[in-house]
């Protein structure tokens, strides 16, 4: 009896034994447990307009965390709480930005020599859209409230 128990204490020794060599070690990756700044948009700012109004250079500070890839694109989009559908009034090219902080200038161009589009236009307010790196998916935005007048300068 005493032979048949050493047996098996031995086998149930050598079968941890094993299990131990033969086992993975769980590899936790330290950015797991690191809060991420989420993405966003501050203080926006018109840097420029055109005499005769129909350019603009807004600047806009940033923050991409970089969980959707490394880069990500900046678009803005005119709108105004008066009349929807004028984003076809504007033309502008995404901003291509890498993760971390950062300050961006986006130009926008007004389109007022297109058919349909007035001479003179207010918006009042100006969103801010984050893509992912090939624009089809918004993955953050940020919406200013903002005057902005388009195509001259306005009347005192």
Not at 82 to 85: L, P, W
Not at 144 to 149: C, D, E, N, V
């Given at each position: 009896m005493k032979s048949l128990t050493t047996i098996l204490i031995s086998l149930l020794l050598?079968?941890?034994g094993m299990v131990s060599l033969t086992a993975q070690p769980i590899v936790i990756h330290p950015e797991i447990f690191t809060p991420q700044a989420p993405n966003g948009?501050?203080?926006l700012r018109v840097a420029g307009q055109t005499n005769n109004g129909t350019e603009l250079l807004l600047v806009v500070n940033y923050?991409?965390?970089g969980l959707n890839g490394p880069t990500a694109k900046i678009v803005p989009v005119i709108k105004s709480s008066?009349?929807?559908?004028i984003a076809a009034w504007f033309e502008t090219?995404?901003?291509?930005?890498?993760?971390g902080r950062g300050?961006?200038?986006l130009r926008i161009k007004y389109l007022n020599d297109k058919p349909g589009v007035p001479p003179q236009f207010t918006s009042d307010r100006i969103e801010i859209l984050l893509l992912n790196s090939s624009g089809n998916s918004i993955i953050g935005t940020g919406l200013?409230?903002?005057?902005?007048?388009w195509g001259g300068k306005p009347k005192p």
């Open positions: 050598g079968a941890f948009f501050s203080y923050v991409y965390n008066r009349q929807k559908g090219e995404p901003v291509t930005i890498g993760q300050q961006i200038a200013f409230l903002r005057t902005i007048h």
